[in-house]
């Protein structure tokens, strides 16, 4: 039997963690566990960091969410103000159907673990009585009394949930008088602002890196009263206890669905990626034969394109975006960031389709190569950042 000291390393994608995140569930759907060795992160900056340094392999990062648009942490990663991650390029995407869930304690059991709390503070109290003087022991108990009177009551919120309006995603399936607290990605609170402001108004909400870690910080709570807005795998995962589902499904849009995007290294062998996303970098080597790269129709892809313009000159913006017009290129999607050069000076990226990889013998890159020689002229930089295939309309 051979050793596993001689086995293969399983090439390694890093994903924002903990498991059990959506982060994680993107990156099982494209990345296979028998094949890849997924790895969690805190952050997302360092995923572009273990993606640069050759670390990992790839990384998958949310890109933007249909409810509650970009997510500034990558775009801005993508800025890479400080030229620090040259060699990393996108190489794909990964679309999610996102249903959030309220998990936490419900009412019994956040009762329970309060009277568990108690007996246990009880029998301290009668362990230090019966060995210390009387003295000691009365001032134990007006210690006792004190700390009991800055128990924090409980909020002032109907004990049953109130009949939601016909805007209102998802019911309470229990009552939620006993939470005090929400955790949360901050897109995740944008995402359910509907359900949180009817059925848990004025409960304090504090954001988390991610939903997963929401779950790991609900379910640590000895008193039960507190409560994450994550997916229903952060439920049935070990990691974060016996977390109930208190209310299904309280995203404000049933079409919620966050897209995230794959980084890999431009100078990496590809050899190993799933299939869509290897099919540009063969492209571009030269691998496909002729026949199929004819194929590869031009509205099958899409690339991302980051740029700046002369603010000083009147329709820079506007000049910019002419081009890919003139090119009859399709763009997709633009946002902004702050350049940090100059207040109110910024850095755009624009999403189009097109821009087939490979050799052409139909003409087709024609356009895009126009379209670049109009940017170098209008714009005072630009970087192309990928060109991946596209996996939804």
């Not at 995740?188 to 509907?194: S, V």
């Not at 009263?225 to 309280?250: C, E, K, N, R």
């Not at 799933?274 to 492209?283: E, N, R, T």
């Not at 633009?334 to 940090?340: C, E, H, Q, V």
């Amino acid at each position: 039997m051979a050793s596993s000291e001689h086995s293969p390393a399983r090439p390694k994608v890093a994903f924002l963690g903990p498991p059990a995140s959506y982060s994680h569930q993107a990156t099982k759907s494209v990345f296979s566990d028998d094949t890849w060795d997924l790895t969690p992160t805190t952050t997302i900056k360092e995923i572009f960091d273990v993606v640069q340094s050759g670390a990992v392999k790839a990384g998958v990062v949310p890109f933007e969410n249909s409810t509650h648009g970009p997510v500034t942490f990558t775009l801005d990663a993508l800025a890479d103000r400080e030229g620090v991650y040259n060699s990393l390029i996108v190489t794909g995407e990964i679309y999610l159907d996102v249903h959030h869930y309220l998990l936490g304690r419900k009412p019994e059991e956040a009762e329970a673990a309060k009277k568990l709390q108690k007996e246990d503070t009880t029998k301290e109290a009668d362990a230090a009585e019966d060995s210390e003087t009387a003295k000691e022991s009365e001032s134990a108990q007006e210690s006792e009394t004190a700390r009991e009177a800055k128990t924090p009551a409980e909020p002032d919120i109907a004990t049953e949930p109130q009949p939601p309006s016909a805007e209102v995603k998802g019911q309470p399936l229990t009552s939620l008088a006993h939470i005090t607290r929400i955790y949360s990605h901050p897109q995740a609170f944008g995402q359910t602002t509907a359900f949180v402001s009817r059925h848990l108004p004025g409960v304090e909400t504090i954001e988390t890196s991610s939903t997963s870690r929401a779950a790991q910080l609900a379910a640590a709570d000895p008193t039960g009263t507190s409560a994450a807005i994550a997916s229903l795998a952060a439920a049935a995962s070990a990691a974060h206890g016996d977390l109930s589902v208190l209310a299904p499904h309280i995203q404000d849009r049933d079409d919620n669905a966050t897209r995230f995007l794959v980084l890999f290294r431009e100078d990496s062998d590809p050899d190993e990626l799933p299939h869509d996303l290897y099919v540009p970098y063969a492209a571009r080597r030269g691998d496909l034969t002729l026949e199929e790269l004819e194929g590869l129709q031009r509205s099958m892809f899409k690339s991302l394109m980051r740029f700046t313009v002369p603010h000083d000159r009147p329709g820079a913006l506007a000049d910019v975006l002419e081009c890919f017009k003139g090119a009859g290129l399709n763009l997709t999607s633009i946002n902004s960031l702050p350049s940090l050069e100059r207040p109110f000076r910024y850095l755009f990226f624009v999403e189009f389709e097109g821009d087939r990889p490979g050799r052409r013998t139909d003409g087709s890159g024609d356009k895009v190569r126009e379209a670049y020689e109009g940017i170098d002229k209008a714009a005072r930089g630009w970087k192309k950042l990928g060109t991946w295939m596209k996996q939804r309309d």
